[in-house]
């Protein structure tokens, strides 16, 4: 049975007058890298891609067989295949930094022709929230409570080196610099040159590191972002958020702090042998030194901005004295005072906060206790600056370092703890002497409840190798509460937490090992609910908790605040796209109503990845289909992959997206959609299809024995689990596809084209509530319903970026198990793309999004040969017995492309 007649080639989309400059970019840096192809290895190898790329453009427009292309490929020799996924790999990765420099362009010309705000950003959701009725202090006591958090996850589903991340912002640089064409011949040449020596330069450096990252080669990796980027970016942020509160409202409030940042590097313990104490102390300590680095390099420039000498202008007695305060004690204060700048106080403190930061850095007790103290100091030239005339005479430029050190602090961003439930019963059967699995919920409770009695520390000496380990973790969040303050630790997250004992459990091991403050327990514990299964015990586990008086003791120590995970990419792994998504939305729904009932305030911690399996999509989007009250002013979602590179990779985009959750947080907030009288019966609906979908999807998945081996042939899995891209295994235990974790799993199917993770099942429960319910009531749901509608956007976003027909090749690597399972996929894959084409009364998919049709019609001609390319490899390199290391190096080359080219990966 053959894919391709059953499918229409894409649309043919030309470029919109809006993106002719789009267009010249993408001619622009193509030019480049053919020109580098042809002087770095060889004309011909340029004719060969050249080749290529023409069959396969006349393979998707005229809808050609993929047979022709993928024979032309199957003789190609190795080092001509590592060549050539190279050179395409290097042209789609042109084509996504003319895109990103693309996406800046339009933000300019909205504000250029100021025919009204950017649809997505503050101003225009500001306009919108105070057209509906929302006044300054309804919007202020709001403001006061919100919570935007970007949470960075050490889960790579691509690898890239900081080299190579530092010649894509070169080549960013030159082609912003030139973004209106109004350069100079003689400065667009030299421009040329830049990024012509960027690509060439990336053209003979290796895209992956020769051996697999540490925990310390992520927390560098994640640094880069939050110290390079995101530390940039915030006080322009906080400067756009009072622009827009002042042209909607016509007045500039004090703000708040609204953006925090999280991190799990050097926390995530979960199936990670190599996190631990010691990680965590080494993340932090890292990140330490960074936000220090760029303190100093702050204070700095700010020491050639506030140059007032005291002979022009008063300055604050404070200041002086704490200059003459810093001479005294900072030792080798004279030698970084330039008797110069004798009359220059502010100058002169800023030298000596340098100098006291580089103590700070190295641990000397004359350096800075913690950020406060800091603060302190920067808050003394503010006090002065605006008593004496300095509003525009530097003030500016202090106030940016003050929003990035009560944001970053000295600890960059908050460390999340996470570990396996299981790991914590282990722990406690030795401390307790018993098989603590084994026990019952109600007795692990009573137990835990006399630990919880007991007095801090109590536990003792443990010369268990897992007891020490755990309790030594506890032991590293006490120390570094105390180094880096209390904000450098973020959440403690169970994996796998089923009962009200797994909660409780982390505050009994922590009182065992006296992190304990004030008589309680410092950290907020986070249960992650991960499986369909588990989402739907989740009231229940949290009901017992909420009534539980230790733990409610414990809350109300944590400001009545309770944070709940909730797992995207294990419950869609579990039962199948829709299925998750009912059950995430159905135990928020629950969660709010229950938290309200118990007079707390809960917050959702969203655990998303970049694929549409595991919660990719717009994140407006999605907050938009949150049930009603779940948001309440806060936004914790993980940023994974090469998520963080898109939405972070560019000073510009990263503010864009700073921006665009806080408007969508701020508009679910304050002015929730009406309810609508047809939800009940939508509900309905939607929990019937969940379960039909869940149930097709696990016939295949979960059901069929012999669907793991059609997994590891049809998917280049074994590739995948050889990579040098992340530190932790990619299973948490020995067994079959059930303790594969959710990223390799996703990333296979993605690899392959078929994005099978994604939309298997939903066709069938598509179908069926077509035939049940109507097509009417159905297109309804599709139109109406934000939660369906997002759900049904992100499934034609994965089909429209799979190509079946592809995949079928890849199937065919399985062998005789290639006839069992493809016809079956193939009429699913088919089902899926025609309810929904028929539900969004759509021809085509992306009918309604030109920017992503244009941008899957301009990656394919080069993602399309990279993928028959891996097919081909894939089976000689099995045909070896897995053995040809050049052979694996090739392939993990296809792996890193596809990636790139296609997106969502992971």
């Known amino acids: 049975m053959s894919a391709q007649d059953d499918l229409p080639p894409l649309r043919d989309i030309g470029f919109a007058q809006t993106d002719r400059l789009l267009r010249d970019d993408v001619r622009r840096l193509g030019a480049m890298v053919g020109n580098m192809l042809s002087e770095q290895v060889s004309p011909a190898l340029l004719e060969q891609v050249e080749g290529v790329r023409r069959a396969a453009i006349a393979r998707r427009e005229m809808g050609a067989p993929v047979d022709a292309l993928a024979e032309s490929l199957a003789g190609v020799s190795l080092d001509d295949a590592d060549a050539l996924v190279r050179a395409f790999a290097a042209y789609f990765g042109a084509i996504n930094l003319a895109e990103r420099v693309h996406r800046i362009r339009r933000r300019r010309d909205y504000q250029r022709a100021g025919d009204g705000p950017q649809p997505g950003g503050l101003e225009a959701a500001l306009r919108s929230l105070r057209d509906a009725g929302v006044d300054l202090p309804q919007l202020e006591a709001v403001l006061a409570r919100l919570s935007i958090e970007p949470v960075f996850t050490a889960h790579p589903t691509e690898a890239v080196r900081r080299v190579l991340l530092e010649k894509e912002r070169t080549i960013v640089e030159r082609l912003i610099a030139d973004i209106d064409r109004e350069r100079t011949p ?203 005339r300095g509003a525009h005479a530097g003030l500016f430029a202090l106030e940016r370092l003050l929003w990035r050190a009560r944001t970053f602090g000295f600890h960059l961003a908050a460390l999340d703890l996470r570990q396996d439930s299981a790991v914590h ?243 679910a907030t304050l002015r929730p959609r009406a309810p609508d009288p047809r939800e009940d019966s939508w509900r309905a609906i939607a929990a019937e299809l969940a379960e039909v979908s869940r149930a097709h999807y696990r016939a295949l998945v979960h059901e069929r024995s012999d669907f793991p081996d059609y997994f590891r042939t049809a998917t280049p899995i074994d590739v995948i689990e050889r990579l040098q891209i992340g530190s932790r295994p990619s299973r948490r235990r020995e067994g079959g596809i059930g303790n594969l974790r959710a990223i390799p799993w996703v990333f296979a199917w993605s690899q392959n084209r078929s994005g099978l993770t994604g939309w298997y099942g939903l066709g069938t429960a598509l179908q069926h509530g077509i035939v049940v319910h109507g097509q009417q009531a159905m297109t309804e749901m599709t139109c109406d319903w934000p939660f369906f509608r997002a759900a049904l956007d992100d499934v034609e976003m994965l089909l429209a970026k799979s190509d079946i027909a592809i995949f079928e090749r890849y199937s065919q690597l399985a062998g005789d198990a290639h006839e069992a399972f493809f016809p079956g996929i193939l009429d699913e894959f088919l089902r899926t793309r025609d309810a929904i084409l028929l539900l969004k009364s759509q021809d085509v998919l992306l009918a309604d999004d030109y920017r992503l049709q244009l941008s899957i019609r301009l990656r394919n001609p080069y993602v399309d040969p990279i993928s028959l390319l891996q097919v081909e490899l894939l089976r000689r390199w099995r045909e070896t017995g897995r053995e040809d290391e050049a052979l694996l190096r090739a392939l993990v080359s296809t792996v890193n492309g596809i990636a790139a080219g296609i997106q969502n990966t992971g």
Not at 432 to 437: E, L, V
């Open 186 to 388: 003689i400065e667009r040449r030299a421009d040329d040159e830049r990024i012509v020596l960027a690509l060439t330069s990336a053209w003979q450096t290796s895209e992956s590191p020769a051996r697999k990252p540490t925990v310390a080669d992520e927390v560098e990796h994640v640094g880069y972002y939050l110290s390079n980027v995101l530390y940039r970016v915030l006080p322009v942020f906080y400067e756009a958020l009072g622009d827009a509160i002042e042209s909607v409202y016509g007045t500039r409030p004090a703000l708040p702090q609204v953006l925090r940042f999280g991190t799990w590097v050097g926390g995530d313990m979960d199936g990670n042998p190599n996190v631990n104490a010691d990680t965590m102390r080494a993340a932090l300590g890292a990140q330490r030194s960074q936000a220090l680095a760029q303190y100093r390099r702050d204070l700095r420039a700010l020491g050639n901005v506030l140059t007032q000498t005291s002979d022009r202008v008063s300055v604050d007695e404070a200041v002086i004295a704490r200059v003459d305060d810093y001479r005294r004690r900072l030792p080798d204060a004279e030698s970084v005072l330039n008797p110069r700048h004798a009359d220059m106080p502010y100058r002169r403190l800023l030298d000596l906060m340098q100098l006291r930061l580089r103590l700070t850095d190295a641990d000397h007790r004359a350096g800075y206790p913690d950020a406060t103290a800091f603060l302190d100091d920067l808050a003394l030239m503010e006090a002065s600056l605006r008593e004496h």
């Open 425 to 667: 019963d282990e722990v406690l059967g030795h401390i307790d002497g018993s098989d603590w699995s084994a026990l019952d919920v109600e007795t692990r409770v009573s137990r835990l409840h006399a630990m919880l009695d007991a007095p801090p520390g109590a536990g003792g000496a443990m010369s268990n190798e897992s007891v020490a380990s755990t309790l030594g973790v506890f032991d590293a969040v006490t120390d570094l509460r105390r180094s880096h303050g209390a904000a450098a630790t973020g959440l403690y997250i169970i994996s796998m937490a089923r009962s009200a004992a797994d909660a409780l459990a982390v505050l009994a091991l922590a009182r065992i090992a006296g992190c304990v403050e004030a008589g309680q327990v410092p950290l907020d514990v986070s249960p992650l609910f991960e499986t369909v299964d588990d989402l739907q015990a989740a009231p229940a586990v949290m009901r017992a908790l909420f009534d539980d008086p230790r733990y409610r003791a414990h809350l109300a120590a944590r400001g009545d605040r309770q944070v709940v995970m909730l797992g995207y990419s294990d419950s869609a792994k579990d039962g199948g796209l829709l299925a998750s998504r009912w059950a995430l939305q159905r135990t928020q729904v629950e969660l709010t109503a229950l938290a309200r009932e118990a007079g707390l305030r809960i917050v959702f911690f969203h655990g998303r990845g970049g694929s549409v399996s595991r919660g990719g999509g717009k994140t407006g989007r999605a907050i938009d289909a949150a049930p009603r009250g779940s948001v309440d002013g806060s936004l914790r979602v993980t940023e994974q992959g090469e998520v963080i590179h898109r939405k972070y990779g560019i000073r510009a985009l990263a503010l864009r997206n700073l921006e665009q959750s806080t408007a969508a947080v701020l508009q």
